[in-house]
């Protein structure tokens, strides 16, 4: 299975765009991807996903790169609820599994 | 607004006994699943059932079994706990069909093996 490696942590002001950086060069061309958030004491829920194109939605905007190798989930605008662990996660075509690895935990400064 | 319920978030239970996680979704999904969440090691999946009687392993079944009885429901059974099954345990559902198979999950529970 493809593997995605994200950042420990990062840290970031209320307000301000956050980035926060995917990589995973193995990925397949049928792999879709997938970003879920956690906030503390509660399941994941579910941001945004993606398969070529970039994406937006209400909660957050998806940049895939050309070579579909990285992507980035960018917050426009953080609040202090949007600290969490961020998971960016690759999903095959056909399969209803998701591989989750250890996530980026968000840390918002107010 | 769509719900997945688990049974309790709290659990405390001694090694050797038999114990049953219960989890509801509302939204008629087809699909249901059972994780298992430890620190530094992010989400494990258990088992996941894609039709009622229906049931399929993830990566760690073992020491673990599963039930669905009705499209609502889906029991996780630890038939023997053990100390190293202390852990928090995640159900979540998703539909059938289109992508992108969005998962819903419960709160969790919280099981302490002692």
């Known amino acids: 299975d493809a593997k995605t490696t994200q950042p420990n942590s990062m840290e970031s002001n209320e307000e301000e765009p956050v980035h926060l950086p995917c990589n995973h060069s193995t990925i397949s061309g049928t792999d879709y991807i997938h970003w879920y958030r956690q906030l503390p004491s509660q399941g994941p829920e579910y941001v945004i996903h993606?398969?070529?194109?970039?994406v937006n939605n209400r909660m957050a905007s998806l940049a895939i790169a050309e070579d579909r190798k990285s992507s980035t989930l960018i917050l426009h605008r953080a609040t202090l609820r949007d600290a969490a662990v961020y998971y960016c996660?690759?999903?095959?075509?056909?399969?209803?599994?998701?591989?989750w690895g250890a996530g980026t935990k968000l840390i918002i400064k107010p | 607004d769509v719900k997945v319920t688990q049974s309790s978030r709290y659990l405390v239970k001694r090694t050797g006994e038999k114990v049953f996680l219960e989890c509801v979704q509302d939204?008629?999904?087809?699909?249901m699943f059972w994780y298992r969440q430890d620190p530094g090691l992010g989400l494990r999946l258990i088992y996941f059932?894609?039709?009622?009687?229906?049931?399929e392993k993830g990566d760690i079944p073992e020491g673990y079994s599963v039930s669905r009885e009705k499209k609502e429901r889906f029991s996780l059974i630890l038939e023997s706990a053990s100390t190293n099954q202390t852990s928090m345990y995640l159900c979540?559902?998703?539909?059938?069909?289109?992508?992108?198979?969005?998962?819903?999950f419960g709160p969790g529970t919280r099981l302490t093996v002692t």
């Open positions: 939204m008629d999904h087809e699909n």
């Open positions: 996660i690759l999903r095959a075509d056909s399969n209803y599994q998701l591989i």
């Open positions: 993606g398969l070529t194109s970039n």
């Open positions: 059932s894609y039709d009622v009687k229906m049931k």
């Open positions: 979540a559902s998703s539909p059938r069909g289109e992508p992108p198979y969005e998962q819903y």
